[in-house]
């Protein structure tokens, strides 16, 4: 064998072993039902002159993005539409105070496509891609030569279109310039905007630089296209056990697998080894990039807390376990039974105490929180504070005691450690920066946006937002599975019009729950009822339907929200659907406008 084929050889077994040790850690999906709600507005009609030409331009710009196959690394297309018209003024002049005007009007309709490349490091733009019309409408003069005025209008009338189309390839290519400026502010807004949502779906793309894992992208165009980002570790070699399934896959416009390894890996580097006080504690606990994993954690913290601190154990300060429908978290870390033996009078936090040469010692504890996953949230179910008990002051103090030999034998007894007063100061601590339920990260987000400048500055309207809201939740085997649908401003809690043929749809608004879960015009709606409840018939009236639909939207859980319909199509063939209604209290609008300041100074 020659050194080329010993490298070739070599090179497949790395990239194969390579290939056997990738562990899979996460997955986030974002669908293109969503991607093709987004939308953004703006346009250019503010006067200005150009070669002593005053232009008035009247041209409305949308951009909408579009998800492209790509299965390394993923894509997308920004589609810019302009749309409008154009006027220019230009004067003749003949003598010192007599002149002739000319107006030009133009129609203008441009097509762009701005490519985008999603890697680690965010939207990268690509290649242009354009098509331009511009259209003369029309061409009049005026002039203020009074008593020649009809003259000289018929004289100028005769001579306009053929100054006009010397200069129009000039006015069209400046025209051309001044919208290809307006594309590129389109897209780079609509950019922005797009990146901002990212952010806010995906921990991944907010926090990238944070994750020591390899990232994979993959997009895919059509009716059941996505975004697709997995994470993988490349040095974790253990096999994972299968991703929990969603249910109402139909619904879902973004889903979130990860496993607790992921959680584990992410924290465990802040807390080995480290002591901590709550408030240190909360910031990796309840930082931005977890709480858009799972938020546990109390919007108030009480500077109460602050006279506890934990001294994390270096090998397993910190777990995650997703198991049985439970998500529960264990901190273990170790209690200080003296005074650490130190020269220095002030003990730095975050220190690693194998450093310092503290002489005390100390005894291990386990905080375990748990929570119970039931209707799209997850309770708190179970707080305990124990104590380990150990066989030896070695096992106990570790390298933290230097006479630990002389000790070692001795048994921890039953309670060495806490006496009530110490293990209740540890419990109120805790209990005060968990909260009573985990947000699954619901966030809402301006769909359709409109951008307008003015002499005060610019302007950023929502037009349309919508939130996402957790509907399937599960955690299975050591997998936190959380799939959310999307409700819009624009939507009703279903989305059906009826007409004058009972339960007859008439039509349906794009991008409700009827319009996911396959309703058409000319289904047949034949009876309704809760998921648990008794079925009712439509009947020939629709009032009792609506007033099912109003009630049951009303509801606070997803489970609740969840009505089953039963009917026929325009064919006749029979149809048992599933549906989660949109929420009727939600100020999509409102809450997206919480988050729009960011947006807004891109």
């Given at each position: 064998m020659n050194s080329k084929s010993i490298r070739t050889f070599w090179n497949a077994l790395f990239l194969l072993l390579c290939s056997v040790s990738l562990a899979d850690l996460g997955e986030f999906t974002i669908s293109e039902k969503l991607v093709r709600q987004i939308e953004m507005q703006t346009s250019q009609n503010q006067p200005f002159y150009k070669k002593g030409r005053l232009i008035e331009p009247n041209i409305n710009i949308r951009v909408t993005p579009e998800i492209v196959d790509a299965e390394s690394g993923g894509e997308l297309n920004l589609n810019v539409n302009l749309q409008g018209n154009s006027r220019?003024?230009?004067?003749?002049?003949?003598t010192r105070n007599r002149n002739v005007q000319a107006v030009v009007d133009s129609e203008v309709r441009a097509n762009f496509q701005q490519k985008l490349k999603i890697s680690k490091n965010g939207l990268n733009t690509g290649q242009v891609s354009s098509q331009v019309q511009i259209n003369v409408n029309n061409i009049s003069v005026s002039n203020n030569f009074r008593l020649l005025n009809g003259v000289v209008n018929r004289k100028a009338k005769k001579q306009a279109p053929g100054q006009i189309a010397k200069e129009l390839r000039q006015e069209k290519a400046e025209l051309e310039q001044q919208i290809a400026s307006e594309m590129q502010r389109g897209t780079s807004k609509a950019k922005n905007l797009f990146?901002?949502?990212?952010?806010?779906?995906?921990?991944?793309?907010?926090?990238?630089?944070?994750?020591?894992f390899e990232t994979k992208l993959s997009?895919?165009?059509?009716?059941?296209?996505?975004?697709?980002?997995?994470?993988?570790?490349?040095?974790?070699e253990n096999q994972k056990s299968p991703k929990p399934k969603f249910a109402n896959t139909e619904q879902l416009m973004a889903t979130g697998v990860i496993h607790?390894?992921?959680?584990?890996?992410?924290?465990?580097?802040?807390?080995?080894?480290?002591?901590?006080?709550?408030?240190?504690?909360?910031?990796?606990l309840c930082s931005p990039q977890m709480r858009k994993f799972m938020d546990f954690c109390k919007l108030e913290f009480l500077s109460s807390a602050e006279s506890i601190s934990l001294l994390f154990d270096k090998e397993k300060p910190i777990e995650f376990v997703f198991e049985n429908g439970n998500v529960t978290l264990k901190l273990n870390a170790a209690y200080r039974k003296t005074v650490p033996k130190t020269d220095e009078n002030d003990q730095p936090l975050l220190n690693s105490p194998d450093q310092n040469q503290s002489q005390f010692e100390t005894v291990p504890y386990q905080i375990e929180v748990k929570y119970k996953v039931q209707n799209g949230s997850a309770k708190l179910e179970k707080f305990t504070v124990t104590e380990k008990v150990l066989t030896n002051t070695s096992e106990a103090s570790g390298k933290h005691s230097e006479d630990s030999k002389e000790k070692k034998g001795r048994p921890w007894t039953l309670g060495g450690l806490f006496n009530p007063l110490i293990k209740g100061s540890i419990q109120n601590a805790f209990k005060k920066l968990f909260a009573e339920e985990i947000d699954f990260h619901s966030a809402s987000i301006p769909t359709k946006v409109k951008i307008s400048e003015n002499s005060t500055g610019v302007q950023t309207d929502i037009l349309e937002a919508g939130s996402f809201l957790p509907v399937d939740v599960k955690a299975e085997n050591g997998w936190l599975a959380v799939g959310s649908t999307f409700c819009s401003s624009s939507n009703k809690a279903l989305g059906v019009s009826f007409s004058e043929v009972a339960g007859t749809i008439q039509s349906v608004e794009r991008g409700s729950p009827a319009d996911l879960t396959g309703f058409q015009p000319g289904d047949r709606i034949e009876t309704f009822n809760?998921?648990?409840g008794r079925s009712m018939a439509f009947g020939e009236n629709p009032n009792s339907f609506i007033k099912f639909i109003g009630e049951r939207s009303s509801q606070k859980t997803s489970n609740d929200r969840k009505v089953i319909i039963k009917g026929r199509d325009s064919t006749g063939k029979t149809f048992n659907r599933v549906v989660i209604l949109c929420p009727s209290y939600l100020n999509h609008k409102e809450q997206a406008a919480k988050g729009l300041a960011q947006f807004k100074h891109n």
């Open positions: 220019a003024h230009s004067v003749t002049q003949v990146d901002s949502m990212m952010a806010t779906i995906n921990p991944i793309i907010a926090d990238k630089d944070k994750y020591p997009t895919k165009a059509g009716a059941k296209g996505q975004i697709k980002f997995e994470v993988v570790d490349i040095k974790n607790q390894d992921l959680l584990i890996q992410l924290t465990k580097a802040e807390l080995a080894g480290k002591e901590l006080k709550i408030s240190q504690l909360k910031q990796v809760e998921v648990e």
